[in-house]
């Protein structure tokens, strides 16, 4: 695994290590000496019903009725979760490897999205099997099939009806599950063989495409335009087998052909890829699109539905019943004494817990993406003005991008610990629910008790390293919460300082995430570069020529997260004004990095800037892969060639089709487009009556690991770029979080900027 924090779905959701190595790695035994013609003993107690129903249960606000030859009830509404009413049947024998077929008839009035079940029926609740079949009026017959990980004598079958505004009704019936089953083959819809940015390209920018084939020789291409007419034509380049899909395949490069339109295709090895457009308002859309996700992610503010229609709900954590909100929070026992009001800042991802590491790495992208915009040869501060995202504080002659950074930053500076307190000056490492929850739960609904966790070494950096960048940007608009902001930086340097090996723990991950990370000298690098740039004091300064980050090499292969911080302090070293000795040296190797990632682009038979030698590819990959690109366009503002420009959009292109899925990772982006995001209010999935994530938000993407039950059941032994489902339970493929978003608003910020494509546009 990577360092990105392994998070579980929710308290069903549990699956140690072992278990899946053993549903990975063993056969089916349990019926091995059955001949081929004796059908495997049938696992489920009266599932036709037509003898009553026992020793089948009900919640006790469920009426059983099976009358009717069906097992009925009528559910109530107004509940919030899916466990607060359920049908179950217990004591049902599994064996370890062997793979189970799962049959049931379901009926709903009105229709409804279901939860079916076979699990441990007790903390941790592991979920061997999870399904959420779409129920019809009419009724459906519906199968699924798992592999048992372990032996157990007494699972459960659960279908969970909670969560419903309104009441409804359920009929089911032929409930079976039998073993000796054939696993099934998981083959995602790949499309066309055909693979193109379904987004669209700059007019005077690359445009290339992969054509998945067997073909060994170059293959004639077409490109047709709007109206199927044949504007450009040539041959393709073979590029051979490629390790992260598993695919033979070519290159396609169109692009000598510059004139804007839409509906355009490529036709190649008679295939015809899925449409798209020439142009660029559509990288302005995303800029704007990718920035407005945080605001729906606010903690402890009701979310208008006049801003955001759809996604309007009530406050968050802000103490309501049965909410017990982010005002009063007390500590982990035995971690403190007191209780702080932590109120407020952005949810982290799917779930509702808020960690300062995480926390820190997003909103610095956010005020980094505004200073670009200052500074950079083809910024256009403009659009990122007041009144561009449509916020509550629109209106206040801030800009919106720093009205948004705020709400986070404000949220960090609580994290805090107050003076005269142990460890007074360190932030608290992140605060959630004390166990988890499920899928799906409205931020004001969760009445699970919030607790703060111990500080950290790490958490405390990021704070000193936000809240120094903080004082700098927002000292024009707002000179008092700047000051604050820069006492609140020192303050954390000389905690973290005095305490420099404060870790967190690893194995606090019930209810949240751990993020963990044993090493916090990057952060150190990181935050003494932020206070230099912000004071110009000799401390600072020292710091960070003394780092062996200064003049180590911290362009990753995987690119720079959360838990590797560095480049991110010399990304700003790079680009903001300072009296650095050796500020030509650093920005030099600003383009040398840049360099690495575009010869792994030009290298990649997909043009993507990350290629793990290994092969593995990582949590959050699709995060990884803009943070590269970041790397490519600071060159690029830097050095003004257009080869690192390039090597963005040709990543965009990745990111918005030309992938081994032939799918676009950003929701609304592209005619098959990623909407099933792994959240528990964005869960439209689970429950109709609920949104699916906002237009703009990016999917984490390919995985290798496959940590979830869903993509354990369908995804083993995946090459890596198939390593990805877009369902909400995959949790470890398909979470949206807040520092995935940061580089995507980032990097949509550049390319917007430099419309067409063609030479660089001077300042605007």
């Given amino acids: 695994m990577s360092r990105a924090s392994w998070r579980r779905a929710g308290p069903l959701a549990a699956v140690t290590a072992a278990a899946l190595a053993t549903t990975a790695l063993t056969a089916p035994t349990a019926y091995a000496g059955a001949s081929a013609a004796e059908e495997p003993p049938e696992q489920i107690v009266n599932g036709t019903f037509d003898a009553g129903h026992a020793p089948w249960w009900g919640t006790a606000n469920l009426t059983l009725d099976s009358s009717t030859g069906q097992l009925c009830a009528d559910v109530p509404g107004a509940t919030v979760n899916p466990w607060d009413a359920i049908i179950g049947l217990d004591n049902i024998p599994l064996a370890a490897g062997e793979t189970y077929e799962f049959r049931f008839f379901g009926q709903a009035t009105p229709g409804r999205v279901g939860k079916a079940l076979i699990q441990l029926p007790v903390d941790p609740y592991t979920q061997y099997l999870s399904a959420t079949p779409e129920l019809s009026v009419s009724g459906n017959d519906y199968r699924y099939t798992f592999t048992a990980p372990v032996d157990l004598p007494n699972a459960q079958v659960a279908f969970q009806l909670g969560g419903s505004t309104e009441p409804w009704r359920i009929c089911l019936d032929n409930i079976s599950l039998r073993g000796g089953a054939e696993p099934d083959v998981y083959e995602p819809d ?14 005077k920018g690359p445009k290339k495409a992969t054509v998945v084939t067997e073909a060994t020789a170059a293959l004639p291409w077409q490109l047709r335009d709007g109206a199927g007419r044949t504007v450009a034509s040539g041959q393709s380049t073979p590029r051979g087998l490629d390790p992260s899909s598993g695919q033979n395949v070519h290159t396609v490069d169109f692009g000598r052909y510059t004139r804007p339109g839409t509906g355009y295709t490529l036709v190649a090895d008679g295939e015809t890829s899925r449409p798209f457009d020439l142009g660029y308002a559509f990288y302005e859309q995303l800029r704007t699109d990718a920035l407005k996700f945080y605001y729906t992610q606010r ?10 229609p759809g996604y309007g709900r009530p406050a968050g954590h802000v103490g309501a019943a049965p909410n ?15 209780t702080l009001d932590v109120s407020g800042g952005w949810y982290d991802a799917g779930d509702h817990g808020k960690y300062v590491v995480n926390g820190g790495i997003s909103v610095h992208q956010l005020m980094s993406e505004y200073e670009r915009s200052l500074r950079a040869p083809t910024g256009q501060p403009g659009h990122l003005g007041d009144r561009t995202l449509a916020l509550p504080e629109s209106g206040n ?6 009205d948004e950074a705020r709400w986070e930053q404000e949220f960090l500076l609580r994290m805090q610990v107050p003076a005269g307190r142990p460890l007074a000056g360190m932030a608290h490492h992140k605060i959630h629910d004390d166990s988890w929850t499920g899928l799906p739960l409205l931020p004001h609904l969760d009445d699970k008790r919030r607790e703060l966790h111990p500080p950290s070494t790490a958490a405390t950096l990021n704070l000193a390293a936000t809240a120094a960048q903080a004082a700098r940007v927002f000292q024009p608009y707002d000179r008092a919460f700047a000051a604050r902001n820069l006492a609140a930086a020192k303050t954390a340097w000389a905690a973290a300082k005095a305490n ?23 952060e150190f690098y990181w935050a003494a570069a932020e206070l230099y740039l912000s004071t110009g004091a000799p401390e600072y300064r020292d710091f960070v020529l003394a780092s062996p980050h200064h003049t180590g090499d911290v362009w990753r292969e995987r690119g720079m997260d959360w838990g590797n911080t560095a480049a991110l302090g010399r ?40 290629n793990p030698s290994d092969n593995l590819w990582d949590w959050g990959s699709n995060n990884l892969i803009i ?70 938000t990016l999917s984490g993407g390919p995985n290798s690991a496959i940590q979830d039950p869903v993509a354990q059941q369908k995804l083993r032994g995946c090459a890596p770029q198939f390593c990805y489902i877009d369902d909400i339970e995959s949790w470890s493929t398909n979470e949206l979080t807040i520092n995935w978003n940061a580089p995507l608003a980032w990097i949509a910020a550049f390319v917007a900027d430099q419309d067409a494509g063609g030479a660089p546009h001077p300042r605007r």
């Fill in 627 to 696: 943070n590269n690109a970041i790397v490519l366009a600071t060159a690029f503002d830097l050095t003004g060639a257009t080869r690192y420009r390039d090597g963005v959009l040709e990543t965009m292109d990745y990111l918005f089709g030309r992938n081994a899925l032939n799918q676009s990772y950003v929701t609304g982006y592209g005619e098959v487009a990623s909407r099933n995001q792994h959240s528990r209010w964005y869960a439209r999935q689970l429950n109709p009556e609920l949104p699916n994530p906002p237009r703009g």
């Fill in 500 to 522: 420099p090996e404060v870790y967190a723990d690893p194995a606090d991950a019930n209810g949240g995430g751990a993020y963990n990370d044993p090493d916090v000298s990057d």
């Fill in 190 to 203: 790949t499309g066309p063989r055909v693979r193109v940015n379904q987004v669209g390209y700059l007019p």
């Fill in 299 to 308: 903690s402890g503010i009701e979310i208008s539905e006049e801003l955001r």
């Fill in 397 to 402: 002659r801030v800009p919106d991008i720093l």
């Fill in 324 to 338: 017990q909100g982010d005002t009063q929070v007390p500590c982990q026992p035995g971690v403190c004494d007191y």
């Fill in 571 to 610: 990304l700003d070293l790079a680009v903001l004004p300072s009296g650095l000795p050796d500020r030509a040296r650093v920005r030099a190797s600003v383009a040398q990095g840049a360099d690495r990632y575009l010869a792994t682009l030009r290298a990649h038979p997909y043009g993507i800037p990350y």
